[in-house]
């Protein structure tokens, strides 16, 4: 059986090298991008079953990357990998389109589930964001501002 294509958008070298360690040995990397332009390019071309984007990327964020994307068929599912633990941006980014959104400083298992998640058609949002979205949820319903 063959594994899950998948393909990684990281601006940073250090942490797509990581991403590659990580993930080899569960799916088929087929290529890594620095850029949303060269994402957008690379996943028509190469057709992943998922992509793991950073959202902040130069030319192109991570979001309008997706944006374009949305306009392909098929189109590829995504997870945003970030340091932004921002619920509003986590919002942001699954209106957007997107399947997942992980913080940077989730174990590296979390991202593994996470694309097994997304492949079997499933969201997946990190427990680490799911906390502050029901805190700021619940602060702001018993009238204290968010935050």
Same mark, same amino acid.
């Given at each position: 059986?063959?594994?899950?294509?998948? %393909?990684?958008?990281?601006?940073?070298?250090?942490?797509?090298? /990581?991403? #590659?360690?990580?993930?080899?040995?569960?799916?088929?990397?087929? /290529?890594?991008?620095? !850029?949303?332009?060269?994402?957008?390019? &690379?996943? /028509?071309?190469?057709?992943?079953?998922?992509?793991?984007?950073?959202?902040?990327?130069?030319?192109?964020?991570?979001? !309008?990357?997706?944006?374009? %994307?949305? @306009?392909?068929?098929?189109?590829?599912?995504?997870?945003?990998?970030?340091?932004?633990?921002?619920? !509003? %941006?986590? &919002?942001?980014?699954?209106?957007?389109? &997107?399947? /997942?959104?992980?913080? @940077?400083?989730?174990?590296?298992?979390?991202?593994?589930? &996470?694309?097994?998640?997304?492949?079997? +058609? #499933?969201?997946?949002?990190?427990?680490?964001?799911? #906390?502050?979205? %029901?805190?700021?949820?619940?602060?702001? #319903?018993? +009238?204290?501002?968010?935050?």
């Amino acid at each position: 059986m063959a594994l899950p294509r998948v %393909l990684l958008a990281d601006d940073h070298t250090i942490v797509a090298d /990581g991403l #590659r360690s990580l993930l080899a040995e569960h799916f088929d990397l087929v /290529g890594t991008v620095r !850029d949303g332009v060269a994402l957008v390019e &690379a996943a /028509g071309r190469l057709q992943p079953d998922v992509i793991v984007s950073d959202i902040c990327m130069p030319v192109l964020s991570g979001l !309008d990357a997706l944006r374009r %994307l949305n @306009k392909e068929t098929p189109r590829p599912r995504m997870i945003f990998l970030t340091v932004h633990a921002d619920p !509003d %941006l986590a &919002a942001e980014a699954f209106r957007a389109g &997107a399947a /997942g959104y992980l913080a @940077k400083h989730s174990a590296g298992d979390e991202l593994i589930n &996470a694309i097994h998640e997304v492949l079997r +058609g #499933r969201f997946y949002l990190s427990p680490l964001i799911t #906390r502050d979205v %029901l805190t700021t949820s619940t602060l702001t #319903r018993q +009238g204290h501002p968010a935050g």
